[in-house]
């Protein structure tokens, strides 16, 4: 396959180069290819964590996590919670623990 680069991107990659951070523009675009794979597993994985999925816990973790308080922090004001709100995020919680012991 052969490709085209916009020439906007050509400096970055004589500097990649240059400095010997990769060994040729084929192994560049494949790890800038390997990052957006990965960007698109963290889409596809936030998404079934904000709805309902465990967080995987991974190598890729902690990436993983920052997105999701990265996005808790954009959704708006937080608000207080009550002790009866403390008390069903613990029952759910602990039930769903027991869920996956007996599972």
């Given at each position: ?11 970055l ?11 040729s ?9 390997q ?20 967080l ?18 954009e ?15 613990r029952?759910?919680g ?10």
């Open positions: 396959m052969n490709i085209t680069l916009d020439s906007k991107y050509e400096p990659v004589h500097e990649k180069l240059r400095r010997g951070e990769y060994g523009a084929e192994e560049l675009v494949n790890a800038a290819l990052l957006l794979a990965d960007r698109d597993e963290d889409r596809r994985t936030l998404l079934a964590v904000n709805q309902g999925e465990p995987p816990i991974d190598d890729r973790f902690e990436v993983r996590l920052d997105m999701l308080l990265e996005e808790a922090e959704s708006g004001e937080g608000v207080e919670l009550s002790p009866q709100d403390w008390s069903d995020i029952r759910d602990l039930a769903l623990i027991q869920s996956r012991k007996s599972a």
